[in-house]
């Protein structure tokens, strides 16, 4: 028998005019932060979604850490994240010095349960961090009632999330501050990098101070001050021209980009319908009043040993799929905070369920019909 093709779960590709940017950069000269592309690429966010300023940085790690110095985390403020989410989301607030307060997710939309997010507030609660869950809006409306009313700030972690829209406003603009990720796993990626998206323009001079290790530059470089000098605590979170280059070369292509992705996910829906009716196998749910941004697509397996047990399956055959987040509170750090089994109970079983499909770019019609094809072979 041969060996079949693999077919990845994810491959990062360009599909437009990454090289010739990079080459444009590489040739321009200005090879550090800050310059022409990291100036387009901000500028094409900025007027796409709308936000008085967007920050490119090195990570969605770095730009949750920037959010956590903004919000002048201090120890022993508490932060609510869902359980339910990558190790960044949380350990940006930890690394200040804040205790995190893990919230259950809905079993729907795997986004956090909004109507269990009352009783984690308390006096300390300094800041909710919804995560858009495979680019799926959070119940934005009730979330930021329940936060206005208890006067706290909502930041978003929309790693998932970039053009995607709740009500008909985009992802990542709700928050006070929203965080993206280009990491190569995501929807548009530079291999590593990410960005600020600052919503409320009362913290966009103390964010360019702080992604400047902390000193004035970005004044100085505007003419506003004659010259720069150690101002405030910060870091280096400025990615390098050249990546923002083959950033740009991504971005320009987003409405190609997201359609394709658009058909891949439609394409595995329609596929998987009835053979996930048959066999209980639930698949993923978008509101009515969510368009979605086509980040993944994933299956919830009826138990552990059925997951385990498609994924051995698929490999077999040269298919790779993938488990995902495993519950934070129930990580060693997680313990450390006191979570205990039985916290998120939505979260511990998802965890278990929970398989992705291969879901990029350039994965190919051809590609998707031999994962359908082997999933229906699949014998529960
Ligand atoms: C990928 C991801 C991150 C981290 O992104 P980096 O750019 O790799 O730092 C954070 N949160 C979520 C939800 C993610 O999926």
């Given amino acids: 028998m041969n060996t079949p093709l693999k077919i990845d779960f994810n491959r990062p590709a360009p599909v437009g005019r990454e090289m010739e940017y990079v080459a444009e950069a590489i040739r321009g000269g200005h090879h550090s932060g800050d310059g022409p592309f990291t100036k ?77 997010l009352e009783p984690l507030l308390t006096p300390r609660t300094k800041a909710i961090v919804p995560v858009h869950y495979a680019g799926v809006g959070c119940e934005m409306d009730a979330l930021l009632e329940t936060a206005n009313r208890r006067g706290v700030r909502v930041v ?35 291999g590593e990098g990410g960005a600020l998206i600052i919503n409320d323009p009362a913290l966009v001079e103390r964010a360019e101070i702080l992604r400047e290790k902390g000193t004035n530059r970005s004044r100085f470089f505007r003419g506003q001050v004659d010259k720069y000098t150690w101002v405030d605590i910060g870091s280096s979170y400025l990615p390098s021209d050249i990546l923002a280059a083959y950033l740009y070369g991504q971005l320009e292509q987003r409405e190609k980009i997201q359609s394709h992705r658009k058909r ?56 790779y799929s993938v488990f995902h987040y495993l519950p934070l509170h129930l990580s060693d750090m997680g313990r450390r905070f006191g979570g205990r089994e039985g916290d998120c109970p939505v979260t511990e079983r998802v965890s278990d369920q929970l398989l992705r499909l291969p879901f990029h770019n350039i994965l190919t019609q051809e590609e998707q019909e031999r994962v359908v094809e082997a999933i229906l072979e699949f014998d529960f």
């Fill in 40 to 116: 387009k690429v901000a500028a094409l966010l900025e007027a796409e979604l709308g936000a008085p300023r967007v920050l490119l940085t090195t990570s969605c790690t770095h730009a949750l850490e920037m959010m956590a110095l903004l919000l002048d985390i201090q120890p022993g403020d508490e932060v609510v994240i869902p359980s339910f989410t990558f190790v960044s989301t949380v350990n940006a607030f930890v690394l200040r010095g804040a205790r995190p307060v893990f919230a259950d997710i809905r079993p729907d939309t795997l986004n956090l349960d909004e109507s269990r």
């Fill in 156 to 190: 978003e972690d929309n790693a998932h999330g970039l053009f995607g829209k709740y009500k008909g406003r985009y992802l990542g603009t709700f928050g006070a501050l929203a965080s993206q990720s280009f990491h190569e796993t995501k929807n548009f990626s530079c």
């Fill in 264 to 319: 891949l996910w439609e394409f595995y829906h329609a596929a998987l319908q009835d053979w996930a009716q048959a066999h209980e196998v639930q698949l993923p749910y978008v509101p009515a009043h969510v368009e979605q941004a086509y980040h993944m697509f994933y299956l919830l397996l009826p138990t552990l040993d059925l997951r385990q047990r498609l994924i051995a399956h698929l490999r077999e055959r040269g298919i």
